[in-house]
């Protein structure tokens, strides 16, 4: 996923605009947080759906 400068701006400037700017500091904070939290868990849902079928082409290899 790419983001451009021009739509980070649009974020940035809509983020000053909702936020206090004393309190952006804590909200990017809490964004990434998110962001982590979710990058986790998406990784672990695609883990957990690709290992049957990981496990079934290991087993048709050691069939042959």
Known sequence: MHISFSEI???LLVALLV???EHLP???Q???RWIKWL???TAKI???MEEPFQQRISDKHEQK
Do not use: M, N, Q
């Open 39 to 41: 990058r986790a868990a």
């Open 46 to 48: 695609k883990h957990e």
């Open 30 to 32: 809490t964004l990434g």
């Open 19 to 21: 936020i206090k700017p």
């Open 26 to 28: 804590d909200a990017a």
């Open 9 to 11: 701006f649009v974020i």
